[in-house]
């Protein structure tokens, strides 16, 4: 019977599916401990650099708000998304979550935008969409270092201080936990600092260290630090972020390969049966006939 | 009390080592150097050389610029990247020594095109400081270190 030939094909064909998934999950998996344990590392620094930005930016208000170019919101004509996505796939809806999420937000955006796009998937994306990419960043591996993501935020920078862009926001694959990443776009440029709680907290902060060489100057540094950082792990969850997509959506895969190939033996051994049942028949059938 | 360090980079934390009897380093307007009781202090750093000084021990490490945060005899010192001196890649600081020099080079005599010169010369520093620490270290004949 053909059937039984084609059915014992397919199992085998299933079979090698299941292989290869089930490796990919494992990969995801044993990378995906790494990436985490990567955003970890990265936090005791974003964490004491964000408190020593808030109690040097916290002040009294008003004008004296816009003391460095980077804290100084202008006019808006052009903004800038720098879209952080993975360079492959197979990891289940992820991509396309990304980039429907930052396709939404230039579409409706009411200012002409600029894409930085870092990742294959975001850049095929925008280009295919035409909008304008101004560069791109396709050669990070799945452990992206300070390096790598220093040479991005030089980019974003420039064009924000040479004037190019007036605003810019940061879309990347938020990790809230192994089975949920949500994309978020939020804006980076200008900064708005992260706050003390209160004035007389922060004059309290300020007064209880000499600065040097002077208050103005550390935030000068820091600022450009804090981008830096901003980008850096936003980055870094984006890696967290792709692999864990990708092991569960392996393992999804890998569960539904072994449901079909059970399903399909089942009905490889029916047939089977069948098969032998009605061959036995036939020979019964035959002896009774010759019997007579 | 002797002096608690914390030297850490946005990759990672690179050492807590408490115990430390003097600190060295590279303020962006001199070195300074920290002893236990220090006021409150909030400095940005220079590339350059760190040393840990614990009796008559020293370690040095690099540090490529930061900020260093002094308080209760808590140091805490933001770098942009740093490396125990035996942590040192010498042959790896030697090619971007040569590559530095090479970008400067060709920014003075104006034909870089689009060479950044001052960042040139901040790679240039970089890497001679990294080997300026490896090399001494290397001269005062400390053990070589094992494997981690």
Known sequence: MATIRELKRRITSVKSTTKITNALQLVAASKMRRAQDRALQSRPYAE??????AGLATNAGGEDEARHPLLESRPVKNIG????TPNRGLCGGLNSNLNRSAGTFVATAE????????????RDFFVRARAQVTAEFTEMGDYPTQAETSAISRVIMQDYLAGTIDRVYLSYAEFVSTANQRPTVRQILPIAPPRMDSLEQAEEFRAGYIFEPSPDQVLERLLPRYIEMQIYSAVLESAASEQSARMVAMKNATDNAL?????????????????????????VGGAAALEE | ?????????????????????M?????????LGILPRHAP???????GELVFRRGNDEESFVITGGFMEVRNDRVTILADAAEAAEEIDIARAEEARARAEGRVRAAREGHGGDI????????????????????????LGYPSPGPR
């Open chain 2, 1 to 21: 009390m002797p002096l608690t360090v914390e030297i850490v980079t946005a990759e990672r934390v690179v050492r807590t080592e408490s115990g430390v009897d």
């Open chain 2, 41 to 47: 202090l909030m400095t940005t750093l220079a590339p």
């Open chain 1, 259 to 283: 449901e079909i190939q059970r399903d399909l033996t089942l009905t490889y051994n029916k047939a089977r049966q069948e098969q032998i049942t009605t061959e036995l028949l036939d020979i």
């Open chain 1, 48 to 53: 004491k650099l964000q408190l020593v930005l």
């Open chain 2, 116 to 139: 950044d010169l001052a960042r040139a010369l901040a790679a240039l520093q970089r890497s001679s400081i990294r080997l300026k620490v490896a090399g001494r270290k290397r001269r």
């Open chain 2, 23 to 31: 600190l060295i380093v590279p303020g962006t307007e001199g070195q």
């Open chain 1, 111 to 122: 200012e002409p935008a600029a894409v930085v796009a870092v990742g294959k998937k975001g």
């Open chain 1, 81 to 84: 998304l720098l879209h952080i």
